[in-house]
């Protein structure tokens, strides 16, 4: 291949690359603006693109599968922030802990996150999430603080209560009691081998860290139960970043 041949190529795949992330963008974006759960319509999805329907079906076979890549986008990024925030001896239990009230607290303060959230193929999927959450739980069991059986289970319990939850909190479109969202994860703990007290004190832990480094270290942090804290922005998912 010559170098004109060379650049043709890469400036084709360029173009696809932005094309389909355009798309991607449009799908986040009707997704966000609907009050109701379900899939977009294509029509509306293409519409937000300014694309044709057959420009859409160039680059995915339905719009589930669009929706599908946007939910594990969305979920990889917050992975990503996560791990940002550890740069000290904090525990594997403790970073666990943690993470599942900052996704608790996500899907409160952006109802449409939650929805991509708690789709089947977001957080159940081989990811980042599900080997970090594993790799804690046997980290855990072996300082004696959780006490299971088998990993793969506790991980199922854990991450399908995470989803369940993500889901209930899309539904109420963040009406949400601050004692649902800390006693979700204190079941969570417990359903893994946690004793109540012992679970409601890592909770507590959790929330006292993340509100201390929430407002300088999370660009969507917002305090959800303080008067002020809302606002529309604050309750659409981030916007995919073009290349």
């Given amino acids: 291949m010559n170098e004109a041949e060379d650049h043709r190529v890469r400036v084709a795949a360029e173009r696809r690359a932005r094309m389909r992330l ?12 609907q009050t109701e759960g379900g899939l977009p319509a294509l029509d509306e999805v293409a ?14 076979t339905s719009v589930e599968e669009a929706v599908d890549e946007v939910g594990r986008n969305q979920v990889d990024e917050m992975i990503h922030t996560l791990m940002a925030l550890f740069d000290g001896p ?12 900052l996704f608790l607290l996500r899907g409160v303060l952006t109802p449409a996150w939650a ?10 999927y081989d990811n980042i999430l599900l080997r970090g959450i594993t790799t804690h739980l046997e980290a855990s069991r072996e300082a004696g ?13 854990a991450i ?8 209930h909190l899309a539904r109420r479109n963040g009406d949400i009691r601050r004692e649902y969202v800390e006693e979700v994860e204190v079941m969570i703990l417990r359903a893994i081998g946690m004793e ?6 890592a909770v507590r832990d959790a929330v006292v860290f993340i509100r201390g480094i929430g407002p300088d270290r ?14 529309e922005a604050s309750r659409r998912p981030a916007l995919l970043k073009p290349a």
């Fill in 90 to 101: 904090e525990t594997p239990f403790f970073r666990m802990t943690v993470a599942i009230q």
């Fill in 47 to 60: 519409a937000r693109a300014t694309v044709s329907k057959a420009t859409f079906y160039k680059y995915f």
């Fill in 115 to 124: 929805a991509f959230a708690s789709r089947p193929d977001t957080l159940a």
């Fill in 196 to 201: 109540l007290d012992a679970a409601r004190k």
């Fill in 22 to 33: 355009r798309l991607l963008q449009a799908v986040l974006d009707t997704c966000a603006t």
């Fill in 218 to 231: 999370l660009a969507w942090w917002r305090d959800p139960w303080t008067a002020g804290s809302g606002g």
């Fill in 145 to 157: 603080i959780l006490h299971f059986t088998d990993a793969e289970a506790a991980a199922t319990i």
């Fill in 160 to 167: 399908g209560t995470l989803r369940e939850a993500m889901g």
